[in-house]
């Protein structure tokens, strides 16, 4: 039987054998939850297998991916994954923020945000100029929240188009 992920059919006794294929596109995707989804998926078709069943992993065995199903522990793949976020200053330890808009807004949204929470943020703002993107300490988080919320009720008064805001968004 050959499935795509989410289809897979269930078996009385569970499967013989699981080959696991296309590894090395699922984990270099572009984008910062790739792994993670990886190890959700194929952990969720490894408990279709039988106990005494036979798994292919079409990653290098020294990947992190690939030594917790060999190993049977994917919560060392996990925390190795936070400590390298930790690192990166990246959700769950700071919080990303995506507001997308009309560049001129973007741009003077941009210095009211950085003079007001100078310091407490960094801002990136893609090519097209329409979505800038926020780093953010976990504890300046909900005061800068905060502030965008107010201004999001402020241009709703004025009758200007809301900001697209994205708290942690699942793609960066």
Not at 1 to 28: C, D, R, W
Not at 53 to 60: D, E, K, M, Q, R
Not at 69 to 91: G, H
């Given at each position: 039987?050959?499935?795509?992920?989410?289809?897979?059919?269930?078996?009385?006794?569970?499967?013989?054998?699981?080959?696991?294929?296309?590894?090395?596109?699922?984990v270099n995707r572009p984008f910062i939850?790739?792994?993670?989804?990886?190890?959700?998926?194929?952990?969720?078709?490894?408990?279709?297998?039988?106990?005494?069943?036979?798994?292919?992993?079409?990653?290098?065995?020294?990947?992190?991916?690939?030594?917790?199903?060999?190993?049977?522990?994917?919560?060392?793949?996990?925390?190795?994954?936070?400590?390298?976020?930790?690192?990166?200053?990246?959700?769950?330890?700071?919080?990303?923020?995506t507001i997308s808009s009309d560049s001129?807004?973007?741009?003077?949204?941009?210095?009211?945000?950085e003079s007001e929470f100078s310091g407490?943020?960094?801002?990136?703002?893609?090519?097209?100029?329409?979505?800038?993107?926020?780093?953010?300490?976990?504890?300046?988080?909900?005061?800068?929240?905060?502030?965008?919320?107010?201004?999001?009720?402020?241009?709703?008064?004025?009758?200007?188009?809301?900001?697209?805001?994205?708290?942690?968004?699942?793609?960066?």
């Amino acid at each position: 039987m050959v499935s795509t992920f989410g289809v897979e059919p269930l078996h009385p006794q569970g499967y013989g054998a699981i080959v696991l294929l296309g590894g090395e596109e699922l984990v270099n995707r572009p984008f910062i939850r790739s792994e993670e989804e990886t190890l959700h998926r194929w952990f969720k078709i490894l408990s279709y297998l039988h106990k005494e069943g036979a798994v292919f992993i079409s990653l290098p065995s020294q990947h992190g991916i690939a030594q917790a199903i060999i190993q049977q522990k994917p919560t060392k793949f996990l925390n190795s994954e936070l400590v390298e976020r930790s690192k990166a200053l990246l959700p769950p330890h700071s919080r990303l923020i995506t507001i997308s808009s009309d560049s001129l807004t973007i741009v003077s949204l941009r210095q009211k945000l950085e003079s007001e929470f100078s310091g407490k943020l960094t801002s990136h703002i893609s090519t097209n100029g329409g979505t800038m993107t926020l780093k953010v300490d976990q504890k300046s988080s909900n005061e800068i929240l905060v502030a965008l919320r107010a201004l999001q009720k402020l241009r709703s008064i004025k009758n200007k188009k809301l900001l697209s805001i994205h708290v942690d968004p699942y793609e960066i």
